[in-house]
């Protein structure tokens, strides 16, 4: 990951890329499934402080240094009303920990700087102030406000380089104005990330334990709402109101196939799942699912295999004549160099159980196409799509 600056105010930079030299080091992109996030590196163990709405409810996640080495993680601790996620590296990432302030409580008008990285991009320098500190409450730290938008997850620190504490989105906690950021104080996490201050050994086996910010009860992340108090769970990708019907259809088919809806959301209508055609099968169809934004179209679409490198006439003359003779209700399309096999079906007394039919007869029928393509004309199976 290279540096790239994105000022914000008249601040000085040159001084604020001094202080921060050093913690640039301790960055950490996130990738948890399809959502990708900021990290940092927060204790000398190697464990890494981010925001849970920006990485979802994963188990596994995979993580980027600064100086371009990935290593599996897994998030072991959680604090959802705090938004606060603890991810252990698989092996000690060897970067120094970011250094807390003793007194994280901010300053109306302080200048901080912002460090983040996403997957596969550059790192990036905000420099911006404080423009709003909430009123303590029950003698807790109180979130503040930056005037700039930062991504989920990523550290505020200040002039010396020190954390204040890191991007989030607090149960009940709104921005005051639109493009600035909430941030959660160092001191509000610090208990949840003492837990974490033991070697990665006896890190590697926990799970998180998802508790509801209003009643504090556990819950099981397919759920939409807490079984103790009734309320509306916060998920990286909340369900909408006006689909709750369609989307507890699409939830409990995708149970039946035995996989948690909340965890492949990837998108506010859109899940991304891998399943296999028989149980035995080495390799997972990648399934986009989607409905429209009135929730009465459903769109499956999964990767079959990359154009091949010759012979390209008869090879869409075949597609065609599979299309007339042998799809039924599922459609084999091109999109660029890749061959998809995709279906659209009406919501309309649609079940739990038509859910589950369609999504594993589409998986069945693209594990069909991709050998026989393969096998005919030496197209390259394609098992995740190159196109998302």
């Not at 959680?78 to 603890?86: K, P, Q, S, T």
């Not at 709750?244 to 859109?270: C, D």
Request: proline share 7%; glycine share 10%.
């Amino acid at each position: 990951m290279t540096s790239q600056l994105a000022p914000h105010g008249d601040g000085d930079l040159a001084l604020l890329h001094e202080r921060v030299a050093r913690a640039r080091r301790s960055i950490v992109a996130i990738r948890a499934g399809a959502l990708v996030t900021t990290g940092w590196v927060a204790l000398g163990n190697g464990v890494v402080v981010t925001s849970r709405r920006g990485l979802g409810y994963p188990t596994d996640v995979a993580l980027t240094l600064e100086d371009g080495r990935s290593m599996a993680g897994r998030a072991i601790a959680v604090d959802v009303g705090r938004d606060v996620a603890i991810v252990a590296p698989g092996e000690p990432p060897g970067v120094a920990a970011l250094a807390v302030r003793a007194s994280a409580e901010p300053r109306l008008g302080e200048r901080v700087a912002v460090l983040s990285c996403l997957p596969g991009q550059s790192l990036r320098l905000a420099v911006a102030r404080v423009c709003h500190v909430a009123r303590k409450v029950d003698g807790q730290l109180p979130a503040f406000e930056l005037d700039v938008a930062a991504p989920l997850g990523a550290p505020v620190l200040d002039p010396e380089g020190r954390v204040l504490g890191v991007v989030a989105a607090p149960s009940g906690v709104a921005g005051e104005l639109p493009g600035h950021s909430v941030v959660l104080p160092a001191g509000s996490f610090q208990p949840l990330l003492a837990s974490a201050d033991r070697p990665l050994v006896e890190l590697r086996e926990r799970a998180p334990v998802y508790r509801c910010p209003a009643c504090d009860e556990p819950f099981d992340v397919e759920s939409d709402r807490c079984l103790g108090c009734g309320r509306l769970l916060p998920h990286a990708f909340a369900p909408a109101p006006a689909r709750a019907g369609v989307e507890r259809v699409i939830r409990q088919g995708l149970s039946a196939l035995g996989i948690i809806a909340n965890r492949a959301r990837v998108g506010p209508r859109t899940w991304r799942i891998a399943q296999r055609p028989f149980p035995a099968a080495e390799t997972a169809t990648q399934v986009d699912v989607e409905i429209d934004e009135a929730g009465r179209l459903l769109t499956l679409r999964a990767p079959v295999v990359g154009l091949p490198a010759a012979n390209h006439e008869p090879f869409y003359r075949f597609l065609l004549t599979m299309n007339d003779q042998t799809t039924g209700e599922f459609r084999v399309s091109i999109t660029g160099d890749e061959v998809s096999v995709s279906c659209v079906a009406s919501l309309e007394g649609f079940s739990d159980h038509d859910a589950a039919l369609l999504i594993d007869g589409l998986v069945q029928m693209a594990d069909e196409y991709r050998r026989t393509l393969a096998e005919t004309f030496e197209a390259a199976p394609r098992f995740e799509s190159a196109l998302r």
